[in-house]
């Protein structure tokens, strides 16, 4: 199971990614996937955190009121695609990192007969577009979610 949700955390929605700095991952027990420290599993491998840098500019958002006009064109976008990528309950929101503002999404994403639910945390970084994405089965019980999800709400950055 491990494999197939670290190749479908959907980086293609974006298109291009690149390599970034390594992710800190406070996570107790999580590990690098074959030694990529921007992919990260728990020990039970049911959650998957993976951070991007994607080659395009991402200006820092100055208010929230322009973090929240992003959150809703990405919102738009995500769900048109999610009729192409099987996305679907898609929602985005401003989060304050520090009084910077970033976007989080979270939607569902259905491959090979399986659901997964994504948390995509969206910051800029010396203006280029860096991506922090969390993903596990829907119906996954494992105490690494509710951890995941909180790193990706309130500590990542």
């Not at 074959?34 to 994607?54: F, K, M």
């Not at 208010?63 to 064109?73: D, H, P």
């Not at 769900?79 to 910077?100: F, H, K, M, N, Y």
Request: overall charge positive; proline content about 4%.
């Amino acid at each position: 199971m491990s494999r197939a949700l670290i190749a479908l955390v959907p980086a293609a929605l974006l298109g291009v990614s690149g390599m970034a700095g390594a992710l800190v991952v406070p996570l107790s027990g999580w590990t690098p996937v074959n030694g990529n420290a921007q992919e990260w599993i728990d020990p039970a491998g049911a959650c998957v955190l993976r951070e991007e840098r994607h080659g395009q500019a991402f200006p820092a958002f100055r208010s929230i009121a322009e973090a929240r006009t992003f959150a809703g064109k990405l919102q738009n976008t995500l769900i048109r695609r999610g009729s192409e990528q099987r996305l679907t309950e898609v929602v985005a929101q401003p989060v304050d990192r520090a009084g910077v503002w970033s976007v989080l999404a979270a939607y569902s994403f259905e491959a090979a007969g399986v659901k997964y639910r994504v948390s995509q945390l969206y910051l800029s970084d010396k203006g280029i577009l860096r991506t922090i994405t969390g993903s596990s089965a829907e119906h996954e019980a494992s105490a690494c979610v509710n951890s995941m999800r909180d790193f990706i709400r309130y500590l990542a950055n």
